[in-house]
């Protein structure tokens, strides 16, 4: 997975994704500890992609505006 292929998706959408990669790194982390993984590489690009995941995800909540709260001073 690319940054540019996920950069167009939505919030939902990204952190729908966010679930299904941390879901499929979990059975990746089974596999590999009964010994039944092929590549222990793909680990790490599941763990990369979650990275990437949820730095498009902070990004994209840093970018949409935030209501303004009231600031509450003691008296």
């Not at 167009?8 to 990204?14: A, G, I, R, T, V």
């Not at 089974?30 to 590549?39: P, Y």
């Not at 949820?54 to 003691?74: C, D, G, N």
Request: glycine content about 2%; hydrophobic content about 35%; charged content about 35%.
């Amino acid at each position: 997975m690319k940054a540019v292929e996920i950069k167009d998706q939505s919030l939902d959408e990204l952190r729908k994704r966010l679930t299904d990669e941390e879901e499929s790194l979990g059975n990746l982390r089974f596999q590999l500890a009964t010994s039944q993984l092929e590549s222990p590489i793909k680990v790490r690009t599941v763990r990369r992609d979650i990275a990437r995941l949820k730095t498009l995800i902070r990004q994209k909540e840093l970018a949409t505006p935030i209501t303004e709260t009231k600031k509450v001073t003691p008296s």
